[in-house]
Structure formats: C-alpha cells, structure tokens
C-alpha cells in the first residue's frame, strides 16, 4: 500500500513538472519572438543583449502572467459556463473577466518595472501615464485570450459531439436489440402453431418437425446474439427451415436454392422471416404448391414465392416479419430492402453486406 501511494505521489509530481515545464518554454519563446520582433539588431553583439535582457525579463513576466490568467479564467468558466447552451454569454464572461484581469496585471508589472528600472520614488511616479503602458500588453493579452477561447470552445464542441455520437450509438444499439429480441418468441410462436396442426395429422409426422425443430432452434438462439450473420450460414438454415416445413407439407411446398458466391453477411434471421410469411400468407396444395426460390445477383438475394394469397389466415398473425427486416437495415446499413409484387409473384430483394474490416 505505502509503495503505491508512493508512485502515486511520483506520477503526480512528474505530471505537475512536465506541465510546469511546457508551460515555461512556451512562454519563454513568445518572449523571445517579442524580442526578436522588437530589436532584432540587439541579437548581433553581446552589448545588444545585454541591453535588451531587462526588457526581455519584462515581456517574459507579462506572458506568463497573461497565459497563467487566461488559464485560470477558462478553467474557472468551463465548470460554470457552457460554450454550447450559452455561447455569448461564455463570451462575455470570458472577455469581460480576463481584460480586467489582464490591465490589473499589466497595471502592476508596468509599476513594478517602472519603479525598479528608473529607480525613481513612489511619490513621483506618473500613475496616468502608466495606465497608457499597461494598455501595449493587452494586445497580447487579446491573441492569447482568443487562442484559450478558441481551444475552450473546440474542446467543448468535441466533447459533445463524442457524447452525443455515443448517445445516439446507444439508442440504434437498443433499438437493433429490440428487434432481434421480437425474432426467438416469434420464431417458436410459429412454430408452436405448425406443431399443435400437425398433432391432429400425424403422430410420425409431429414427432419428426420436433427432432428437427430442436436442431433449428439451437441456430436461433445462436443467431439472435448476432448484429449480422454470415451468408453462407443463413442459407444453410433456410434449407433445413424449409426442409423442415417439407414435414408438414410435403410435396406441396417445393424450393430451390442457388448461391454460387456464399460471400456477404445479412441481418440474421431475415431469411426465416420471409419464409415464414411466404408459407403463412399463400395457399399451399396438391393443386396449388408454393414454389420458393432464392439465389443471388450481384450484391442481393433474391428470395421470390408464387403469389397466391390465402382469403382468409387460419394463423394468428404476430405482425414482425416485413416491417422488421426493414428497421434492421435502416439501423446498420444505408442500403434498403426492396418488395416487388405481381399478379404471380412475390419477390424481396436483400441487400447483401460486406465484411467488416
């Protein structure tokens, strides 16, 4: 305990000289330029230096002072102020607090330099003219002002834009989240109604979608933990779904699967909710079989079924399907899904999305 209480104080220490240390030589190479700006003959003989040293120390004070007040303000104003709810009232504050602070502070320097450089006494020096000198630092009180301003105002602005991305990162993730919940319940809401029509039928029958069922499940649940699902895997489970609906309608319900090109990732799911409407919405018969096929062009898939809708559901209707596909595209892609329908047929075209690098 007593040894990392120790390093703490070390890092502390370390973090106060390195900031105490950039703060000086920042100041100290604006001094400099002043003096470089100011005299930059002084610079070529040792005489001219030493003439220009007391002036030098001078601008050194006034830049320190300056920067350290325009610290101070901008720290003291951005716990109070907001530079986002209340621009031109940070801005007031801001200028009105340091200029003050800063013509006090020149006020003072220019006496203090005055009084040791001209050796003069207190009772002769011309305090009117000195306001007229400490009036030359507030140009540079102003560039700094600004610089703290501008910086103050870029940091505030980053910040709440990084908060207000990670709000609204938050809220899609939710919002995807809630979608992907409604996909396991309305799964086995289905599924649970193919099940209780096949126990009237045939026992070899509802014991058979069972064992298969299970196996499909374990997908679902697999699946629903996933933002998108690779595409090779989503074809892989719409064969056995579809397979699995062969059980209950055999010879009525025929499909055909062609992906040359397995590539590409979908919301997971998609592909089970459309099936499930195509299978729930039309007439599926010896007479009349449901024809359902999917394969790929370009960067969508098709998923098309013969359009012969039932006059009236013998299934409850849970209302996801569709709508939900669509919301989930909405939420990670810019691209969207596109419906066709005709007198014979119904087709959703998936957009296909790549891989995440």
């Known amino acids: 305990m007593e040894f990392n209480s120790q390093e703490s104080i070390f890092k502390i220490q370390s973090g106060i000289w390195r900031s105490f240390s950039r703060f000086m030589l920042i100041n100290l190479g604006i001094a400099s330029t002043l003096m470089v700006i100011f005299c930059p003959t002084c610079f070529l003989s040792w005489q001219g230096i030493k003439i220009l040293f007391p002036d030098f120390l001078y601008s050194l004070a006034i830049t320190i002072a300056m920067s350290y007040g325009g610290n101070v303000v901008e720290n003291y104003y951005d716990r109070r102020v907001s530079w986002v709810n209340h621009p031109v009232k940070r801005l007031l504050l801001t200028g009105f607090t340091y200029l003050s602070y800063a013509f006090v502070v020149s006020y003072i320097l220019v006496f203090l330099f ?91 029958k509802s014991a058979a979608f069972i064992q298969k069922l299970s196996r499909i499940y374990r997908y679902v649940l697999e699946a629903q933990k996933e933002e998108l699902m690779e595409l090779d895997k989503e074809i892989n489970f719409a064969k056995n779904y579809l397979e699995l609906q062969k059980i209950r309608f055999e010879e009525s319900l025929q499909f055909s699967i062609k992906i040359e090109n397995p590539n590409g990732l979908i919301p997971p799911l998609s592909l089970q909710l459309l099936l499930e409407n195509a299978i729930k919405h039309n007439i599926i018969s010896a007479e009349n079989p449901l024809f359902i096929h999917i394969y790929r062009k370009q960067n969508n898939l098709w998923i098309s079924n013969t359009f012969q809708p039932k006059t009236s559901q013998s299934e409850p209707s849970t209302g996801i399907g569709l709508q939900n596909i669509k919301m989930r595209y909405q939420l990670i892609s810019t691209q969207e899904m596109e419906v066709i329908q005709t007198e014979e047929e119904f087709l959703v075209k998936l957009p296909i999305l790549e891989f995440s690098p």
């Open 114 to 204: 005055t009084w040791l450089t001209a050796k003069i006494q207190i009772t002769n020096i011309p305090w009117l003219n000195l306001a007229e000198y400490a009036l030359q630092p507030m140009v540079i009180a102003i560039i700094i002002m600004a610089i703290f301003t501008t910086r103050s105002w870029l940091m505030e602005w980053r910040k709440s834009a990084i908060e207000a991305e990670q709000l609204k990162a938050e809220k899609l993730a939710s919002q995807y989240q809630s979608l992907k919940d409604q996909l396991n319940p309305h799964f086995l809401f289905n599924s649970l109604n193919v099940l209780s029509n096949l126990v009237y039928e045939s026992a070899d």
